[in-house]
């Protein structure tokens, strides 16, 4: 078996490597704009400029635009469904039916 002596360089190099690249990457995330995240992945930082703020303004006008054109959209289709399933409707429909083809 080895002495601890022989390993122990080898795992203080190890460890030291890894300290050296995770601070490595985390200046890499800095230097190029990226959040921080911790071990769960949520923002340590989240960045803020004016930028990120106008934009979600903009996202969220774009967003209640198209729920009140989906909401028009739903009223429509309830219409259409009325006047297709109306009675009255089938009923002149059978009665066209009956009468033949148009000459």
């Known amino acids: 078996m080895f002495p601890i002596e022989a390993i122990a360089p080898v795992a203080v190099i190890v460890g030291a490597l890894g300290v050296v690249g995770w ?5 890499l995330r800095i230097k190029h704009g990226y959040p921080l995240e911790n071990s769960w992945g949520k923002s340590v930082y989240p960045q803020k400029n004016e930028e990120m703020v106008e ?40 009665i066209d039916l009956l009468r033949g083809p148009a000459n």
């Open 23 to 27: 601070v490595l990457t985390t200046w």
């Open 55 to 94: 934009r979600v303004k903009l996202l969220s006008q774009e967003n209640a635009q198209l729920r009140a054109e989906i909401g028009s959209m739903k009223d429509r289709l309830a219409v259409v469904e009325r006047i297709v399933t109306d009675e009255s409707h089938q009923l002149t429909r059978e």
